[in-house]
């Protein structure tokens, strides 16, 4: 009988690290005007908030500038440990993101509220967008809305039919949102 126990406990534990290894994976990427908190375990004067700066660094006591734009709180643990070993034996470093600025998306035009709105999801669509913002005011062109998009490949604007979206129709035009968009609503 002391077998099954056992058994369940093994199968609960690799299910949860499953579970840990796959949202590990999906871990959040920093991104430019984030901002973290970096401390050093045992030492108050290290520890202070900092903002990943427009050349993807941030700046920290005793270690300077590290390179942080594309990894996860974890791997910027590591660095920032390794550049410290010169002069803390063994530093235990914590990161937490206090702030994630650098997802943001513009909104500009004829909407209710315009202006920088932070990305809470990496599945927000343009009508949950818009709708964020308060809608469109009553003078503008549902049908006429586009996304502007920069990427490494060049700049894009999609299409995005509102009226049609909210009758039903054109469901791909309802672009998926991605940090550094810019809706315009004309």
Do not use: C
Request: hydrophobic share 45%; charged share 20%; no cysteine.
């Amino acid at each position: 009988m002391s077998v099954l126990p056992s058994l369940v406990t093994t199968a609960v534990l690799l299910t949860a690290s499953g579970s840990l290894m796959a949202q590990s994976d999906a871990a959040y990427k920093l991104r430019h005007g984030d901002a973290l908190m970096v401390s050093v375990w045992k030492d108050e004067a290290l520890r202070m908030g900092v903002r990943v700066l427009p050349d993807g660094s941030i700046t920290f006591p005793l270690a300077g500038r590290v390179s942080v734009v594309g990894l996860s709180t974890p791997e910027v643990e590591a660095k920032v440990a390794e550049k410290l070993k010169k002069y803390i034996p063994e530093p235990v470093v914590t990161v937490a993101i206090t702030a994630t600025d650098g997802n943001q998306v513009f909104v500009l035009g004829k909407v209710v509220r315009p202006g920088a709105v932070t990305l809470v999801s990496s599945e927000t669509t343009v009508l949950q967008m818009l709708s964020q913002v308060g809608g469109l005011d009553r003078f503008a062109d549902g049908n006429s809305i586009r996304v502007l998009r920069s990427s490494p490949q060049g700049n894009r604007v999609l299409p995005v039919r509102y009226d049609d979206l909210v009758k039903g129709n054109q469901l791909e035009t309802n672009v998926v949102l991605m940090p550094g968009d810019t809706i315009l609503v004309p």
